[in-house]
């Protein structure tokens, strides 16, 4: 499906950012203050223009909110960014995912208005922090109320060429297994019989701790 975008700021982030929802085939109006910048992405983005954000008359022409999305991602002019921020609320834009540089800068971007705060330093670093200690969670998800949904990529071969039944999965570790990936196929609602291999990435629910639990032991 289709949606429009805007992405103001076409530093690192907002760059890549317009790359990949052009590659995924969306609609994405590149806004800069910076004639070169725009230059750059003339030929990338569905349309690009040199607009100065701060300024409400510029912005107003622009038609922000047509767009499903706009993006401010002006980090590290902390005044620019929080002023643009404003201005797209108040005009009515729906949508509003604003770069924060820090955490009183997130907080700040919070109070006026945005509907959603993204710090990718902080964010990537413990995302890598989580892969590096664990790195046989593929995917967690924390369901709340202290049950979580994990990918475990069986690593050990204490767990290989064993059925479910055998290594009595539900009962030894409180898991459900409701998805097996084995060599690119995918086997959902798995038969107790059915065999797991070494590579084979188990979906599991159950409580949190014995979703860690049982990703410690198949390393
Ligand atoms: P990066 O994504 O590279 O880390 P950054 O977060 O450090 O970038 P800046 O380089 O300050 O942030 O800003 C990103 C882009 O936003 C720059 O290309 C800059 O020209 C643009 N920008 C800054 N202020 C404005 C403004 N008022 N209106 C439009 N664009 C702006
Ligand atoms: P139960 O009464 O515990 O559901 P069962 O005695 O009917 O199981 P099977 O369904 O063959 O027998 O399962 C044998 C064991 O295999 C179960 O006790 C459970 O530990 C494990 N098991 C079966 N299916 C799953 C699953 N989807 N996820 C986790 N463990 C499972
Ligand atoms: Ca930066």
């Given at each position: 499906m289709k949606q429009t975008f805007a992405v103001i700021g076409l530093g690192r982030f907002g760059g890549s950012l317009l790359e990949s929802l052009i590659a995924a085939d969306q609609e994405v109006l590149a806004i800069d203050n910076n004639p070169a910048l725009v230059e750059n992405y003339m030929d990338v983005a569905t349309h690009a223009v040199i607009a100065d954000a701060q300024d409400e008359d510029a912005l107003r022409d622009l038609d922000?909110?047509?767009?499903?999305h706009v993006i401010v991602?002006?980090?590290?002019?902390q005044q620019a960014s929080i002023l643009t921020t404003i201005l797209l609320k108040d005009m009515g834009v729906r949508h509003v995912v604003a770069k924060a540089e820090n955490n009183l800068h997130a907080r700040v971007l919070d109070k006026v208005g945005a509907d959603q705060v993204v710090r990718p330093e902080h964010e990537m670093a413990q995302r890598l922090a989580e892969q590096i200690m664990?790195?046989?969670?593929?995917n967690y998800i924390d369901l709340g109320d202290k049950h979580s949904l994990g990918e475990i990529k069986i690593a050990n071969l204490k767990f290989a060429n064993k059925t479910i039944s055998e290594l009595n999965i539900r009962k030894n570790y409180g898991l459900n297994v409701i998805a097996i990936k084995s060599q690119g196929r995918v086997v959902v609602?798995?038969?107790?019989?059915e065999m797991i291999q070494i590579g084979d990435v188990l979906t599991v629910v159950g409580e949190s701790v014995d979703v860690k639990h049982f990703e410690s032991l198949v390393e």
């Open positions: 922000l909110p047509s767009f499903d991602a002006i980090g590290h002019n664990t790195p046989n969670l593929i609602a798995p038969e107790s019989s």
